[in-house]
């Protein structure tokens, strides 16, 4: 649990704001709170907002959700191999609830196999910051003046800001395909017969579509042994 605490706290921030975004597409204080507390994948949980919002299907919002959370699979595979393999089987899925980037990589961090029961302390601590941050984020939005609550959604756009910029400044790939991503969102906000697009879809073809050009393209390639 003292491990998961800077887990906490980065997400009691992140999730004030999706707590705020949460409001204004239409949800209750419940409804976001109870999403966070099931869901907890920020990348995921705002890529939902625009699909309630829109009032698009479950079809649609499953298939987002899938896609953009997808990375998780392999982090899980990844980490049914560190834990310990004398815990009863069933840990598994309860670790792979809260198996989210950060969670993992404290856990890919330890030495040797990991107990289930380290998994659950940091799992506690980080669901705690990102259901009590989206409570506190949806309370302020509901009491807030327009002003401050439009100052505070900035928050969001410097959580991608900070996850993108690093990576892109040591990586000319991943530059051109932040751009190429740029690009192509602008063609499909603006652009006759593509703006008509519902945004879940939107997502999933540059999710899918970018990521499989730049494979392609750019494909990393493996170190020998």
């Known amino acids: 649990m003292k491990d998961g605490v800077p887990i906490m706290l980065g997400y009691l921030a992140v999730s004030f704001t999706?707590?705020?975004?949460?409001?204004k597409a239409g949800l209750t204080i419940g409804q976001a709170v109870l999403m966070s507390a099931m869901n907890l994948t920020s990348a995921g949980q705002f890529a939902s907002l625009?699909?309630?919002?829109?009032?698009?299907?479950?079809?649609?919002?499953?298939?987002?959700q899938l896609i953009i959370n997808l990375r998780y699979c392999l982090m899980s595979c990844s980490l049914s191999q560190k834990i310990d393999p004398q815990a009863p089987?069933?840990?598994?899925?309860?670790?792979?609830?809260?198996?989210?980037?950060?969670?993992?990589?404290?856990?890919?961090?330890?030495?040797?196999?990991?107990s289930p029961v380290y998994s659950y302390g940091v799992i506690l601590v980080a669901v705690f910051g990102w259901t009590m941050g989206t409570f506190l984020g949806a309370v302020?939005?509901?009491?807030?003046?327009?002003?401050?609550?439009s100052?505070?959604?900035?928050?969001?756009?410097?959580?991608?800001?900070?996850?993108?910029?690093p990576p892109a400044t040591e990586s000319?790939?991943?530059?051109?395909?932040?751009?190429?991503?740029?690009?192509?969102s602008t063609l499909f906000t603006y652009a006759p017969l593509l703006r008509d697009i519902s945004s879940g879809v939107r997502v999933m073809i540059l999710t899918v579509g970018l990521a499989a050009l730049a494979a392609w393209l750019a494909p990393v390639k493996e170190e020998a042994q």
């Not at 999706?18 to 409001?23: P, T």
């Open 89 to 114: 089987f069933y840990h598994r899925f309860f670790v792979a609830y809260g198996n989210t980037d950060e969670v993992f990589a404290l856990s890919a961090a330890a030495k040797g196999y990991v």
């Open 50 to 64: 625009s699909v309630i919002a829109a009032a698009g299907s479950y079809v649609e919002l499953a298939l987002s």
């Open 151 to 165: 100052a505070l959604g900035v928050a969001l756009y410097g959580m991608f800001i900070a996850i993108v910029v």
């Open 172 to 184: 000319r790939v991943l530059r051109r395909l932040i751009l190429a991503a740029m690009l192509v």
């Open 140 to 149: 302020a939005g509901s009491i807030l003046p327009a002003r401050v609550l």
């Open 18 to 23: 999706f707590g705020i975004e949460a409001l």
